[in-house]
C-alpha cells in the first residue's frame, strides 16, 4: 500500500547516509542518536504532554488527540490560540516560563524557534529523516534548514489554486481558465463587460498579502529569492510586469475596492451567489463554496492559477516540538508528532486521513495522494490528482520563507504592496521597497 511505512518511494535497503545524501541533508547524519532505552519508555503510559494549536476545527483536534492519547496511555493537556495572534501568544508562552511540549507554528518563524532554543532540532529522533525523505523534493526545505536542522513537522499543507466559475468563463468566449497573468486580467474584463462588477477576489489583506506576493511572481515565472534569501526578484524585470499586472487589476476594477480588507469568508459568499468569476486562494477553500450551497456554487470548479504557464505557491504550516522537552516526555512528544504529522505507529496517515475528509487539507507526501483511505475521504467534486499534479510539478514553497529574519519581511509587505494597489507608488519604487524590507528584516531593524 503506498501509504505504508515500508513503500517511501526510496531503496528501503539504503543506509542512513546515503539516502540522507542523496536528498540534499546530508548535515543531519551528524546528530546524536536516542538510546533505544529512552525510546522504549515512550511506550509506557504517564507521560503528560501540554499541546497548543490554534483555533481551527477545535474538536477535530480533540479527537486525534484523545485517540492517540487512548493507544499510547499517554495524557495530553490541549488549549487553543486564535489565529490572529498566535504568534504573539506562543511567544509570550515559550517567555512566560509555560512552554509547549508540542506546538503548532507559521513556517515563517519556525527556523527562528530553533534557533530561539524555543522548539527542538528534530534530528536523530527514529524516523525523522525517513518523514522528511518521503517528502515532495519541493517540501522538504520548509522542514529542514539549510544547516540540516530537522526543524518541523506538517501540520498541514496546500497550494494556491484558481476556484471558478464555468459558466461565467464559457460565456465570455473563453475555453479555459486563464494561462498567464495577462490572460487573467483579459478574462475578468470581458466578465465585468458581460455584468459582473468584480469578477475576481483573493484575501488581499495587509496580513496575508505576502503571500500572495509569492503566488504572483511564481504565475509570473519569477524566483522570488535565491537559496540564501537573496531578494533577486527585484533584478528581474519580469517583476515590474507582476506588479503593474497586480496594479491594474484594483485600479481598473476587476477587484472590489473593498478586497484589501475583506475577509475570506465574503469572497466564498461572492463566487458561490455568481457575484464573482474567480477566487484564488488556497485549494481548500472550494469545499467551503461548494458546501454553502449558494446559487452558483455547483457552477465553480478548480484550476491552476496560471493554466501552464508558471508555477503557483505551495504552503503550510508545521508543528514543533518545544526546546525544553527531555527524557521518556521526549520520546512521547516525538511519537506524538509523528502520529500528527507524518505517519501512526501502523505507517497510515490517519491524521491527515481525517484531515482529508474533515477540510481538504493536504499533507507534503506523495504517498497521502495515494491513500485510498485519503482518496475515499476527500471531497469528490475536488480533483485530487489536478491537486497532486500542482505539489509535484507546478508549485514551489519559497524556502526564504521559513529563514529566521522572515517575519520581519512580512510584516512590511503588505504595507508597500497596498501603496502599490491604491496608486501611492509604482512598480519599480515598490520593487525597491520590497528589496529594503528583506534588508531590514535580515538587519534586525524588520519588526
Known amino acids: 500500500m503506498e501509504g505504508s511505512e515500508n513503500t517511501s518511494g526510496l531503496n528501503s535497503n539504503l543506509d542512513r547516509r546515503t539516502l540522507l545524501t542523496g536528498m540534499g541533508v546530508a548535515g543531519l547524519v551528524t546528530a546524536p542518536l536516542l538510546s533505544r532505552g529512552m525510546m522504549a519508555e515512550a511506550e509506557a503510559a504517564g507521560q503528560t504532554l501540554n499541546f497548543t494549536a490554534w483555533e481551527y476545527q477545535p474538536d477535530t483536534i480533540k479527537s486525534l488527540v484523545a485517540n492517540w492519547s487512548k493507544k499510547t496511555g499517554n495524557k495530553v493537556n490541549t488549549s487553543f490560540i486564535p489565529n490572529v495572534g498566535y504568534t504573539a501568544g506562543i511567544q509570550a508562552r515559550q517567555r512566560g516560563g509555560k512552554p509547549a511540549d508540542v506546538f503548532y507554528n507559521f513556517a515563517y518563524n519556525s527556523q527562528k524557534f530553533v534557533n530561539q532554543k524555543w522548539a527542538a532540532d528534530l534530528r536523530g529522533l527514529p524516523g525523522a529523516d525517513k518523514m522528511v525523505a518521503e517528502m515532495f523534493p519541493s517540501a522538504r526545505s520548509r522542514f529542514v534548514a539549510e544547516n540540516g536542522a530537522i526543524v518541523s513537522a506538517p501540520y498541514f499543507s496546500a497550494v494556491h489554486m484558481l476556484q471558478y466559475n464555468k459558466k461565467m468563463v464559457a460565456a465570455a468566449g473563453f475555453s479555459s481558465t486563464p494561462n498567464s497573468l495577462q490572460e487573467t486580467y483579459d478574462q475578468c474584463k470581458k466578465i465585468k463587460a458581460n455584468g459582473v462588477a468584480s469578477p475576481y477576489v483573493a484575501y488581499w489583506v495587509k496580513d496575508f498579502v505576502e503571500e500572495y506576493l509569492h503566488v504572483y511572481l511564481l504565475a509570473g515565472n519569477v524566483q522570488p ?15 515590474l510586469d507582476v506588479l503593474n499586472w497586480w496594479q491594474a487589476m484594483y485600479k481598473d476594477g476587476m477587484t472590489p475596492k473593498s478586497v484589501l480588507t475583506d475577509d475570506p469568508g465574503k469572497h466564498t459568499t461572492s463566487i458561490a451567489n455568481g457575484d464573482a468569476a474567480f477566487y484564488a486562494l488556497h485549494h481548500y477553500f472550494l469545499r467551503d463554496i461548494v458546501e454553502s450551497k449558494g446559487s452558483a456554487s455547483a457552477d465553480i470548479s478548480q484550476a491552476k492559477i496560471v493554466g501552464t504557464g508558471g508555477k503557483t505557491l505551495q504552503m503550510g504550516e508545521v ?70 499534479d500542482t505539489f509535484q510539478n507546478a508549485s514551489d514553497i519559497v524556502p526564504a520563507r521559513t529563514l529566521p529574519w522572515y517575519q520581519g519581511f512580512q510584516a512590511q509587505c503588505g504595507t508597500i504592496i497596498h501603496d502599490l494597489l491604491l496608486g501611492n507608488s509604482n512598480a519599480r519604487a ?10 531590514t528584516a535580515k538587519s534586525g531593524s524588520g519588526l
Open 430 to 439: 515598490t520593487a525597491n521597497a520590497l528589496a529594503i524590507a528583506c534588508k
Open 319 to 388: 508543528i514543533q516540538m518545544g526546546g525544553k522537552v527531555t527524557g521518556a516526555k521526549k520520546a512521547a512528544a516525538w511519537d506524538f508528532m509523528k502520529n500528527y504529522g507524518y505517519k501512526d505507529a501502523g505507517g497510515q496517515f490517519t491524521t491527515f486521513q481525517k484531515w482529508a475528509a474533515s477540510g481538504a487539507l493536504c499533507a507534503p507526501y506523495p504517498g497521502f495522494f495515494t491513500d485510498p483511505k485519503v482518496i475515499a475521504a476527500f471531497p469528490k467534486y475536488m480533483d485530487l490528482s489536478l491537486i497532486k
Open 225 to 239: 529569492f535565491d537559496n540564501k534569501g537573496n531578494p533577486i526578484f527585484m533584478d528581474d524585470p519580469k517583476t
